[in-house]
């Protein structure tokens, strides 16, 4: 029986991404942020519990990715196509002369593509057991669901302003589109032990994230994301730089 426990959160993530899904193509991005978080917690979940259970298998392998793909790969494609499609008819003339106004909101899907791309890769890449090799899909899509979150909820109209300029979505589309796929290491938080002295970067990464996230609130997520990867590019320089 036990063996189930971790699939069954891995369907609480797929489920969740479902419902995300649903709520993303209404345009309620607040209530598919909040699904999305939640899919990203079963999916932290599976994995503890399939470590502590030790009932990790090639299905649960599988299942996972599958699951990934709709919270951390269809919601934010869909969340991005939504934005970019809501700026360009607001202002209507964007890329008028070229008439790409139309197809320019189905850019955001670049991002679905690149997680699907992501994930298959994931599988069958050994050297990601402990680590990452590319921006993990649940960090582009945390990124991602913060944008509309900003909006509905900052009061820094300079900082809304840049979220919803498209030359700023469509940076971050491609942005996060490479990032997905680059040969980049970066971190994992998985924990072998939990000594500080084996632990100095993650410990660190996460203190500065939770000051973040209270003093800033949403628009702490998309700097956390920076944050990771710049703290995870220092640290490979460092241990080259030893080598």
Same mark, same amino acid.
């Given at each position: 029986m036990k063996k189930h426990i971790p699939n069954l959160l891995t369907l609480g993530n797929l489920l969740s991404g479902t419902i995300a899904t649903i709520f993303a193509v209404e345009g309620d991005f607040?209530?598919?942020?909040?699904?999305?978080?939640?899919?990203?917690?079963?999916?932290?979940?599976?994995?503890?519990?399939?470590?502590?259970?030790?009932v990790s298998g090639e299905l649960g392998k599988q299942l996972d990715s599958l699951a990934d793909m709709v919270t951390s790969g269809v919601v934010p494609g869909i969340i991005m196509f939504q934005l970019l499609k809501n700026r360009t008819e607001e202002i209507g003339d964007f890329s008028s002369d070229l008439n790409l106004q139309h197809y320019l909101p189905y850019l955001g899907l670049l991002l679905t593509l690149a997680a699907c791309y992501r994930l298959a890769k994931f599988n069958i890449d050994t050297r990601q057991s402990d680590s990452f090799i590319g921006l993990p899909t649940p960090a582009m899509s945390l990124f991602v *669901?913060?944008?509309? #979150? %900003?909006?509905? &909820?900052?009061?820094?109209?300079?900082?809304?302003?840049?979220?919803?300029?498209?030359?700023?979505? *469509?940076?971050?589309? #491609? %942005?996060?589109? &490479?990032?997905m796929n680059a040969e980049l290491p970066l971190f994992s938080l998985k924990f072998k032990d939990y000594s500080f002295k084996n632990n100095v970067m993650k410990y660190f990464f996460l203190i500065t994230a939770i000051v973040l996230i209270i003093i800033l609130k949403y628009i702490s997520i998309p700097l956390i994301i920076v944050f990771y990867v710049l703290l995870s590019v220092i640290s490979n320089y460092q241990v080259k730089r030893k080598l």
């Open positions: 607040v209530f598919a942020g909040l699904f999305v978080v939640l899919g990203i917690i079963f999916d932290f979940l599976d994995g503890f519990v399939a470590r502590i259970l030790k *669901i913060s944008l509309p #979150l %900003i909006v509905a &909820y900052s009061n820094y109209s300079i900082i809304t302003d840049l979220v919803q300029n498209n030359y700023f979505l *469509i940076t971050v589309t #491609l %942005i996060l589109t &490479y990032l």
